[in-house]
């Protein structure tokens, strides 16, 4: 294995070389000036700290076998080294004096903070002999797991199909949602893969180089395009770090960009800068003019008329008077991505996508741009992201679950882009249904979702909620209405397999217990991650393999047998064994590099902790297909079937891969909006959001409130116990224009009252012209709060009270942040007082009619605080907030639709069940 050397010609290297692993010599910083060495073991994991996935190496002291620190893996394929200030903070997380060691179990009433500590057989007895009886007595949809971080590839899939339960839920319709309804509509594959590297041309709808998807991978691999000439735009209402570095900013009014991003559109079609060529071989037009123009051949000319007078409105002038952005500019851009045939790749994840009603649509307005531009999976431009990412298979893979459960697919939304999952408890107050055993799995609903109050109230009942298990390394607000709260490992504490879509190129990457892997490195044997863990501290891999034993102890009930070890018939599947599997038998080109390497493929992830399956992936979608005996080709649509199945598309003479769309090709034309009640939004579109000027009423003083942008140092709850990172940020005060100010006689540090729907939130005020007059911002990413002693981090977390207050609650700290007695003597330095403000605890629901994506903008008034007001007040309606569920419910179109269904079979969903539970 090479790293690369420090350039100049010097012999010092930029990373310890792999060879040196074992043994790696370094001076104690805290002796200096005296040289005191000290010998390391560098053991490679992967940072869990948010979802892109970076390489870590451990340094393990080798003479008290406890990790020193964690800097960059260089033989990481997406992250080459590099990390975050988050990466490194994983040092934080382990050595937490505030951590959770053992599992815990209510002594009180749920949220009453009374505790006792238990061993984990009577933790994993009651919840596995719960989930037994569920099961025996047919209640398989009252078994759910929830997940927030999912850190580790397909894991869950295998193990809730072999328990035969439709119980996966996730975080997603509140993060990616929308966006991802957008591309998958399009070409079958639910997110982008730009290949920054080699773009000529990229354009973010987010702050890419400071915290967005794939944060570290991405931002350096801008960095790279644009030394090598690329140029730069960035959408943002917000002067982003990521907007500061680029050629051009625009700065969007929230909700138009799918205008801009369409009168983009309309110039490079005017102009005659698209690659009409590729949209003629690639795109389903054909079914768009047989729809909307019925009769007669159609020809590709008259299509390219037809789309041109779809988007005759959205001219720059329109789209100017929409955005604010001068058209000029918006020309300009355009023009440059025109030019850059191949050679464009974007990006757009949260941000608009996320904030907007429609903003699904946002992200069919720019892959529009990737098609005429003939961008899609070439080099330079964006690939579908699937030809990036890995995914292991499994020795036994447990068949679809026959079950449907409504508390996750219910009929309202039948194109929701994964589970609705923050309405879950709204649809438990209404009595849809009730969860049995309830699993929060490094997830925490009541201070991440929006209207978290609802979800105190029902995680407080347990009529609606029989059994709460939090599966967590680290305190959260959730988990203090828990009945058990189980201690998880951190990155370095367990094992997990990882890739994504970071870049051009397919990868594997491997975190694991990294004081388990030095052990064994030496030659000792574990047959238990927890077993050289920090107090009692399991991981989930280990967990889910006890707890299913548990539930099906003698294997009566099918259970069992799906985790049993792969090599030694009828016993407990270790978790060496997993990975040895996958390792072993399913990442292409791995045994052979294991063996060059003298070590099995196990032996070398634990070594390397990463993989470069294949770099450089484009064009999968013309891979000539073999066309079996027998095979029809449909003379409209150019789909060709074989024993009812579809094995290509004929592009021309030959017969391609294509995508995974019902007509093999990129849909410009969604027959399936048009199929199932949206057919006013089949083409991209632009979809007046709920925040739209038109909504707002200058009279009462409304304005938009942008709550969704990350900080570069913190990630949503995580991020609470590392001091590190709450030293850097540890506030987030509200945006306003210099303009807004003055109107309303603020000044920067003045108190504000920000009033939402159903509720509002005390502030202070950042007086900067950085944001649009008429918006107002404040970060997700901090107001972390304890209700009770022990029940959570106190780098980040003052006391609160909730308190009834009519048909709300009032929050209120009853103490600022402060240096603490702890373990940490780093905790009696504590210099800072303020955690921020926790805002999204008013935000009512909004779920968007399509793609079921909570829309988190909000219409507020801002004004200067009441007398009565203080620091870091938060009050919510819980019933108008169950009311403003409702109205947005009523946005909805239910199913089932063509053919009876619940929703388009095409469309994948998450733990996918049996075909046959489709239908209604
Ligand atoms: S971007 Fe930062 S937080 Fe995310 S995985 Fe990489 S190092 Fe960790």
């Known amino acids: 294995m090479t790293i690369e050397r420090l350039s100049g010609g010097s012999d010092l290297q930029a990373y310890p070389p792999a060879e040196k692993w074992d043994d790696w010599p370094e001076y104690d910083v805290k002796q200096w000036p005296r040289r005191v060495e000290k010998r390391y073991m560098l053991v490679p994991t992967i940072c869990f700290n948010c979802e892109a996935a970076c390489g870590l190496l451990a340094y393990v002291d080798k003479q008290t076998m406890r990790v020193r620190k964690f800097e960059g893996n260089p033989l990481h394929p997406a992250s080459r080294g590099r990390n975050c200030a988050k990466g490194p903070a994983t040092i934080n997380q382990i050595n937490d004096p505030e951590r959770i060691l053992y599992p815990l179990r209510r002594a009180g009433g749920r949220g009453e903070g009374k505790w006792r500590r238990v061993s984990w057989d009577e933790a994993l007895d009651e919840i596995g002999g719960r989930i037994r009886k569920a099961f025996l007595e047919g209640r398989r949809n009252e078994v759910m797991y929830h997940v927030g971080r999912p850190g580790h590839e397909r894991v869950m899939d295998r193990i809730l199909k072999a328990w035969r339960i439709d119980g996966h839920n996730s975080h997603t319709n509140v993060c ?54 690329a140029k730069l735009a960035v959408m943002d209402p917000r002067l982003s770090n990521t907007a500061s570095m680029a050629d051009y900013w625009l700065p969007t009014y929230p909700g138009s960009e799918a205008a801009v991003l369409l009168s983009m559109a309309k110039v490079i079609l005017d102009e005659g800068l698209a690659d009409l060529e590729y949209v003629e071989a690639w795109t389903n037009w054909r079914q768009y003019m047989a729809d909307a123009h019925p009769g007669g051949e159609p020809s590709f000319a008259s299509f390219v008329a037809a789309l041109k007078e779809v988007y005759r409105d959205f001219t720059p002038a329109f789209a100017e008077a929409e955005s604010g952005v001068p058209r000029g500019k918006i020309v300009e851009v355009a023009r440059l991505i025109g030019r850059e045939r191949g050679g464009f790749a974007s990006h757009v994840w949260r941000g608009s996508a996320s904030g907007n009603l429609g903003g699904w649509q946002v992200a069919r307005a720019l892959q529009l741009l990737t098609v005429l531009t003939a961008s899609v999976g070439t080099k330079g431009g964006t690939a579908p992201h699937g030809w990036n990412k ?42 849809r249904g009730k969860l049995d055993v309830y699993f929060t799995r490094v997830y925490n609903p009541v201070w991440t979702n929006p209207d978290g109050l609802t979800w105190m109230e029902v995680l407080r009942d347990e009529s609606m909620v029989g059994l709460h298990a939090a599966l967590t390394p680290t305190w959260n607000e959730t988990a203090a209405f828990a009945d058990f709260v189980l201690p998880m490992g951190h990155a370095g504490e367990r094992h997990d397999i990882q890739s994504q879509e970071t870049q051009s190129g397919r990868w594997v990457s491997f975190r694991q217990p990294v004081l388990r892997a030095a052990r064994e490195r030496l030659g000792e044997k574990h047959r238990y991650t927890y077993e050289t863990n920090p107090g009692e501290v399991w991981e989930e891999d280990e967990f889910w393999i006890d707890l299913s034993w548990r539930i099906d102890p003698d294997g009566s009930q099918g259970i ?23 390792f072993e038998n399913a990442v292409p080109g791995l045994p052979e590099a294991a063996a060059k390497d003298g070590r099995t493929p196990l032996e070398y992830m634990r070594r390397y902790g990463a993989f470069l399956i294949e770099k450089d992936v484009h064009g ?37 891969a294509g995508f995974p769309t019902p007509s093999r090709r990129l849909e410009i034309f969604s027959t399936t909006l048009k199929e ?21 009423d200058p009279a009462k003083g409304e304005m938009v409130l942008l709550p969704t942008f990350r900080l570069p140092t913190l990630i949503h709850t995580r991020s609470g116990n590392a001091k590190y990172l709450n030293e850097i940020s540890h506030r987030n005060p509200l945006w306003i224009h210099t303009e807004d100010a003055r109107r309303l006689g603020i000044e920067t540090g003045a108190l504000v009252r920000v009033t939402t729907e159903i509720g509002h939130f005390v502030n202070r005020a950042w007086v900067t012209e950085s944001i649009a007059p008429g918006v107002v911002a404040c970060s997700h990413h901090l107001g972390r709060w304890r209700l009770h002693e022990g029940e ?38 504590v210099w800072w007082s303020d955690g921020g403000v926790h805002q999204n605890l008013t935000f009512p629901v909004h779920p968007d009619p399509v793609s079921g994506m909570h829309c988190w903008h909000q219409k507020v008034v801002v004004s200067r605080a009441h007398h009565e007001d203080r620091y870091g007040d938060v009050f919510a309606d819980t019933s108008r ?40």
Do not use: C
């Open 881 to 920: 907030s169950m009311q403003v569920y409702w109205e947005w419910v009523a946005k909805t179109r239910p199913g089932p639709g063509p053919g009876g269904l619940r929703r388009p079979l095409w469309l994948d969903r998450p733990l996918r069940p049996a075909d046959e539970m489709f239908r209604v």
């Open 176 to 229: 990616s949602a929308s966006a991802r309804l957008g591309y998958a509509l399009w070409s079958g594959y639910d997110r982008p893969s730009p290949d920054h590297a080699n773009a000529r041309f990229i354009l973010l709808l987010s702050s890419h180089l400071e915290a967005g998807h794939y944060f570290n991978p991405h931002a350096q691999r801008i960095i790279d395009g644009k030394l090598a000439g």
């Open 620 to 656: 999968l979608d013309r891979k000539t297909v073999t066309v079996p005996e027998g095979a029809a080709t449909d003379p409209v649509t150019g789909v060709v079937t074989a024993a009812g199945k579809t094995v290509g598309v004929k592009i021309g003479d030959e017969v391609v």
């Open 560 to 582: 069992r047998r799906w985790f049993e070890s792969p090599y030694r018939p009828g016993e407990k599947l270790t978790v060496s064994e997993y990975y040895q599997w996958i």
């Open 792 to 829: 959570g981090s106190r780098w980040s977390s003052p006391r609160v009270s909730i308190t009834r207050q009519g048909e709300g609650w009032l929050l209120r700290q009853l103490e600022t942040l402060g240096p603490f007695e702890s373990a940490d003597p780093d905790s009696s330095r």
């Open 676 to 696: 199932w009640g949206w057919p006013e939004e089949a083409l991209p579109g632009y979809i007046r959001s709920h925040v739209h000027r038109a909504a707002m």
């Open 390 to 431: 890995y995914k292991p298979v499994f020795w036994e893979e447990p068949p679809g679950q026959k079950e449907w459960n409504e508390l996750l697919f219910p009929k309202e939304w039948p194109l929701s882009h994964y589970e609705m999952s923050f309405l879950l408890p709204h649809f438990l107050k209404e009595g």
